[in-house]
């Protein structure tokens, strides 16, 4: 989902903001958290995750094109981790039930 269709749907689902206020808010929201990681701090959202920035050292890397061994300079990455409460959200429909992933459970229950 890009940018813009976020701000379409949520203008769809509630029709009493106007789609400028949406895109003002997305913006606000979004450049706050780059000046934060801009500053290496790090941002956290409750049940949503983490954005943070990590350090990556100097490194030997490779030219695809030619082969030869460069150095890669050290540099800051931006890092996302998933909140507990999403990465759930996000498995619940992968999840097994547990009489299925451990047939000894559903003895277990019979016998008792």
Same mark, same amino acid.
């Given at each position: 989902? =890009?940018?813009?269709? *976020?701000i #379409? #749907?949520?203008?769809?689902?509630? +029709?009493?903001? =106007? #789609?400028?206020?949406?895109?003002?808010?997305?913006?606000?929201?979004?450049?706050?958290?780059?000046?934060?990681?801009?500053?290496?701090g790090?941002?956290?959202?409750?049940?949503?995750?983490?954005?943070? %920035?990590?350090?990556?050292? +100097?490194?030997?890397?490779?030219? +695809?094109? =030619?082969?030869?061994?460069?150095? *890669? +300079?050290?540099?800051?990455?931006?890092?996302?981790r998933?909140?507990?409460? *999403?990465?759930?959200? %996000?498995?619940?429909?992968?999840?097994?039930?547990?009489?299925?992933?451990?047939?000894?459970a559903?003895l277990?229950?019979?016998?008792?």
């Amino acid at each position: 989902m =890009t940018r813009s269709e *976020l701000i #379409q #749907q949520l203008a769809s689902r509630h +029709p009493e903001l =106007t #789609q400028k206020d949406i895109e003002m808010a997305a913006r606000l929201i979004l450049d706050k958290i780059a000046s934060v990681l801009e500053q290496k701090g790090r941002v956290e959202i409750r049940g949503f995750g983490a954005f943070a %920035v990590f350090h990556r050292r +100097p490194r030997k890397g490779r030219n +695809p094109n =030619t082969g030869m061994i460069i150095e *890669l +300079p050290a540099k800051d990455v931006p890092h996302f981790r998933a909140g507990k409460d *999403l990465r759930e959200r %996000v498995n619940r429909s992968h999840a097994v039930p547990r009489s299925v992933a451990c047939p000894e459970a559903r003895l277990e229950a019979m016998e008792a």
